[in-house]
């Protein structure tokens, strides 16, 4: 259960948009983000990293031939 704040903390809106929240809690949420500019600023930027990050690729492994690039140089 979320606890009687004035805001929810990141890490409270970052369960919220991954859906993480039980549904009292995310009906808390929702209605403080209805009432809140700062708090909705703060989701909507959080909801436009996700978004732009899903678009990254999933990998960060470097490509097969990087050792053997390094060891010709």
Known sequence: MIE???????EI?????DGYLSGP???VVSEHLLLCDSCAATYNA???LV????GLEHSVAPPDD???ELRKS
């Open 4 to 10: 009687n704040r004035e805001h929810p903390d990141f």
């Open 13 to 17: 809106l970052s369960d919220h948009l």
């Open 25 to 27: 809690d995310a009906a």
């Open 46 to 48: 959080l909801a436009d």
């Open 51 to 54: 978004t732009s990050a899903s």
């Open 66 to 68: 990087l050792w053997t």
